[in-house]
Structure formats: structure tokens, C-alpha cells
């Protein structure tokens, strides 16, 4: 399969099986994990997953927002990037692809470490884990990644390696719609591609500000379905990024990466 039609169905993949796969988990653990692990380098990934993704992976740091990062993705040097998506072993591996609103959250909290230095943060949606590991970077007291992946979980521990961090705490529960918890921060990027998750989304942050007064920054390119929700009203700009052409080639043509700030009642305050 060329390198195009593999990123397309990545693409419009997330618009159905990936949503319905959040909205369908509800809070429960899935392939035995448990709910909330506390993992150290090079321990606690299973041996055969780590060769499989250190196999048909490439290191890069190169073509995006954050070159201070370096993350294991898929690329067009990857066999799977050109081979059948049904030979790939594990679930869809969104969290391989380092999306332009993840990129947009990172570039920032490196520019602007204040926004997160002390604070405790999650980072929702975390795919390869880039946007915990720049909040780890600029000196958040505590970093939770959340993604219902395991695979995206053990890919964040060998991501974390590369970038000589120790593993952040990772939960694979689908923690939407669950009790609020006391973070100060919550970061998601590239998550408004579906009517229903969104929906979800927007009542669960609404929640956290109200409960928590947590603050809460949303990455996103201007996708359709993000610009017509009716959060999109309640959103203050923050900063808008250029994209490098390399993503915007694997995005249809996305030139650039917003990121909002979600305050309905107290607009958020940068350095």
C-alpha cells in the first residue's frame, strides 16, 4: 500500500471504529491491564511488543513542531507504511502518527514552560505520549498520559526512553465521563473527529472547569468537524503554528496547528 492511502485510512479511520471504540469502553481496563500503572524504563513492556515496534519503527525528531523530541512513528522508511494494514499484528496504531494538534501543545509548552512548571497535568488522548513528555520537560510536578491503546501505552515508555525521562504514570481507561480528577491542566489534542465524542468531550471539561477549576488547552488544525461543534464558541486562541510541509503533505493540506484555550468562564491567563 503506498504511503498515502495508509496515512488516508488512519485518517478516516479516527471518524468512526476509533470513536465508537471510546465511547464503548466506559471506564473499563482493557487487555488486562491495570487501571492506572506506574511503570519504569525497560521493565514493564512486554519483550515481543517492545522488538515488534523497535522493528517497524523509526526514531525520528525530524518534520514536526518539536525537534527536541525524538518519538518512534511510523514513516514512509517503515515496511508497514507501504505493506496490507491487515498484517499490522496490534489495533490501528493512531498513537504512532504524531498528529498536528499534539504538535501544536507540545510546541508550546516547550516555548512556555510557566503555563505547566509545578502543575499537575493530563494529557488526554496521548497517542505517543509527546505532549506528557514536553509537560515532563518544562517541570510539571505530575504528568498522567491517558489513552485506551495498550500498545500506545508501552510506545510512551519507549518514547520516554529515548528522551532520558522516567515513564509517567499511564492510564488505559476511557476516563471520559468518569469522576473529575484534581489535575490543573488537561491537554487533548486532534480529539474533536467525531459528533458524539465531542459531545462527550465538551460535557466532561465543562465538568472539570466547574468542579476543579481546571484549565484545559485543546490542539487542533481547523479539521470541520472541530470548527462546527459548538465549542468552538467558547474557545480563545492562544497561538497558531505553521506546519512544516512534511506534515502538512500527510494532512491533506492542513497549513497550520491552533492552540485553544476552553475557559467559558474565566479566559486562560499565558506567562
Known amino acids: 500500500m503506498a504511503c498515502q492511502g495508509w496515512k488516508q485510512f488512519l485518517f478516516l479511520g479516527r471518524q468512526n471504529p476509533f470513536a465508537r471504540d471510546w465511547r464503548s469502553r466506559k471506564g473499563s481496563p482493557s487487555l488486562g491491564w491495570k487501571r492506572c500503572c506506574h511503570w519504569s524504563a525497560g521493565r514493564s513492556v512486554d519483550p515481543e511488543v517492545r522488538a515488534f515496534l523497535e522493528e517497524n519503527t523509526e526514531v ?3 518534520g514536526n513542531l518539536t525537534p527536541e523530541i525524538r518519538l518512534r512513528l511510523l514513516t514512509p522508511r517503515c515496511r ?3 505493506e496490507k494494514l491487515d498484517l499490522w499484528p496490534y489495533g490501528d496504531p493512531f498513537w504512532a502518527i504524531y498528529w498536528p494538534g499534539g504538535q501544536a501543545l507540545s510546541r508550546y509548552i516547550l516555548d512556555n514552560p510557566c503555563v505547566v512548571k509545578g502543575r499537575s497535568v493530563l494529557d488526554l488522548g496521548s497517542g505517543c505520549g509527546a505532549t506528557a513528555i ?4 518544562s517541570g510539571a510536578s505530575q504528568v498522567l498520559a491517558n489513552d485506551i491503546d495498550p ?3 508501552m510506545a510512551m515508555i519507549l518514547n520516554c526512553e529515548l528522551n532520558h525521562l522516567n515513564p509517567f504514570p499511564i492510564t488505559i481507561k476511557n476516563i ?7 489535575w490543573d491542566l488537561i491537554f487533548l489534542g486532534d480529539m ?3 459528533e458524539q465524542l465531542a459531545d462527550d468531550l465538551h460535557h466532561w471539561l465543562r465538568k472539570c472547569i466547574r468542579v476543579r477549576q481546571t484549565k484545559v488547552l485543546i490542539g487542533d488544525p481547523g479539521r470541520h468537524e472541530f470548527l462546527r461543534h459548538r465549542i468552538h464558541s467558547q474557545l480563545h486562541k492562544v497561538v497558531e503554528y505553521s506546519l512544516p510541509e512534511s506534515t502538512r503533505q500527510e494532512n491533506n493540506g492542513l497549513t497550520s496547528s491552533i ?4 475557559q467559558p468562564s474565566d479566559s486562560f ?3
Open 192 to 194: 474533536f473527529y467525531d
Open 151 to 153: 500498545i500506545a501505552g
Open 80 to 82: 508497514f507504511w507501504h
Open 134 to 137: 514536553a509537560a515532563v520537560m
Open 60 to 62: 525520528t525528531s525530524s
Open 176 to 182: 471520559i465521563n468518569s469522576e473529575v480528577g484534581n
Open 269 to 271: 491567563k499565558s506567562c
Open 259 to 262: 492552540v485553544w484555550s476552553y
